[in-house]
């Protein structure tokens, strides 16, 4: 029994932080972008996130999520562009929890939502 005992323990103990790595990375606050219904052609994107840049495009109606850095410096900075759609851009410069970017035709930005609770990431 004892043997039994010690050998669940010590698989516990070599498991757990394979499992807290799973866990932080699902953890990260989130960058949603949302792109509307009624645009009528794709449109592409540039995502700044502190020199890291993610180059894609969103087709209408389409949504992606981007994890940003658990703990961000205090100087964090992350940009979003529509280089060759529209003039429009959003700066974050300041810690979140997860951030919804709505973006309508165009590759205008409509509006933007903000939260700070640990539970709006999911």
Known sequence: M???????????????PFVWVVIWFHCRP????????????S??????DNDVIT???LNPGESVKY????????????????????????EITKP????????GPGAKIEGTEVRHGFFARF
Do not use: Q
């Open 2 to 16: 004892l043997k039994r005992s010690a050998k669940w323990i010590s698989i516990a103990i070599c498991m757990a």
């Open 30 to 41: 989130i960058i949603a972008l949302h792109y509307s219904d009624e645009a009528k052609e």
């Open 43 to 48: 449109i592409g994107y540039f995502l700044n």
């Open 55 to 57: 180059k894609r495009g």
């Open 67 to 90: 994890p940003a850095a658990m703990f961000p410096k205090p100087d964090m900075w992350i940009l979003l562009t529509f280089p060759f759609d529209s003039d429009d851009f959003l």
């Open 96 to 103: 979140f929890s997860r951030i919804d970017v709505f973006i």
